[in-house]
């Protein structure tokens, strides 16, 4: 088959096409045919192994553990295991090649990848292959986040800092779902998505501060992590949550070592004393709930996955550079 391979850690050059064995199945995994697969910043990391940390987290010391990247798949089932008993070959699916939480390659950039039964949910017939490959990591990521508040956001002020990407068009239609009142901060070029996904109110970051607002807000997730966390208490209420993706900004942070890690875990401390920061908590979702919840979501139709660009899989660094770029309004896919 045809795969996307990257030996090193590096730069988008270390990535080559080539011609590779189609993987094996395990007993509870099953072999997609891959239609489509996403393109975002954890692939980008354990691309260049930067931070150094994350690669500790699953991803291989010196170099990839897994040779071939991504993570978000979706396509059709050819092949189960001995004891896969949820799906069949033909089955239309979508879900997150690696298990677990940790930082790795998941082989998800070829014709062909090898998936847990667990990690894959079938696919909405109302959303294409494209759309759905969109939803995984990122979907995880505002499932989790929005969690954290630990109660209904129904009729909450709430505020999405970087609305307008991968993660922040996710969440504000699961946060609209939620009978949230939205609010969403990003560039000019991207207000008017924003507004057609359900944004009440929108904020022009190149004009205006929104720490430095009037109006109070119950939770602001902040996904680029590009104002502190006193400067954002300004305008939480007193019982609001502030919730941080903690975004490296493709190595461009400077902080090759620990990257974010240093201050999400001020962050963490802190909480022990400040009631506007969530406590420290080891549990999330399985990856087996999670993915169902975000299939319903699809069906629904209050979840509308949005697609920026598409690019063939022999033109996946130039995919993940246009990412890398920042001006990708929702999600980058890459299509076979």
């Known amino acids: 088959m045809k795969a996307i391979v990257q030996d090193r850690y590096g730069s988008l050059d270390v990535l080559q096409l080539r011609e590779v064995d189609e993987p094996t199945v395990g007993d509870d995994e099953v072999l997609v045919k891959v239609r489509a697969a996403s393109v975002h910043p954890d692939v980008w990391h354990v691309i260049s192994g930067l931070p150094y940390v994350l690669r500790l987290m699953g991803s291989g010391v010196r170099r990839p553990k897994v040779a071939i990247p991504g993570t978000d798949v979706a396509g059709h089932v050819v092949a189960v295991g001995a004891k896969v008993t949820r799906l069949k070959p033909g089955d239309e699916v979508f879900g997150e090649s690696v298990k677990g939480y940790g930082w790795a390659n998941g082989g998800a950039y070829a014709e062909f990848v090898a998936v847990a039964q667990d990690s894959l949910a079938l696919k909405p017939a109302n959303v294409t292959f494209e759309q759905a490959a969109a939803v995984p990591s ?16 129904a009729g909450e002020q709430v505020l999405i800092n970087g609305a ?12 609209k779902a939620a009978g949230a009142q939205v609010t969403g901060v ?21 004009r205006e501060d929104f720490t430095r607002g009037a109006r109070r807000y119950d939770l602001i ?5 590009n104002h502190s966390f006193s400067a954002c208490r300004r305008v939480l209420t007193d019982r609001g949550t502030y919730l941080l993706i903690a975004h490296d900004h493709y190595g461009r942070a400077g902080r090759k070592v620990l990257g974010s890690v240093p201050r999400v875990l001020g962050l963490l401390a802190m ?21 169902a919840t975000l299939s319903k979501y699809l069906q629904s139709g209050q979840l509308t996955p949005v697609i920026d660009q598409t690019f063939p899989l022999s033109q996946t660094a130039e995919a993940i550079r246009y990412l890398s ?3 990708a309004r929702g999600k980058v896919v890459i299509t076979m």
């Open 164 to 175: 307008g990407g991968g993660v922040g068009t996710i969440a504000l239609q699961l946060a």
């Open 138 to 153: 990122t979907g995880y990521i505002a499932l989790q986040v929005l969690r954290q508040r630990g109660h209904p956001l």
């Open 325 to 327: 770029g920042g001006k």
């Open 271 to 291: 909480s022990v004393f400040v009631r506007q920061l969530p406590k420290a908590s080891v549990s999330m979702p399985s990856k087996k709930d999670a993915i």
């Open 186 to 206: 990003d560039s000019t070029d991207k207000l008017e998505l924003l507004r057609s996904l359900g944004a009440d109110r929108v904020i022009d970051y190149t």
């Open 221 to 225: 997730f902040d996904i680029p992590g």
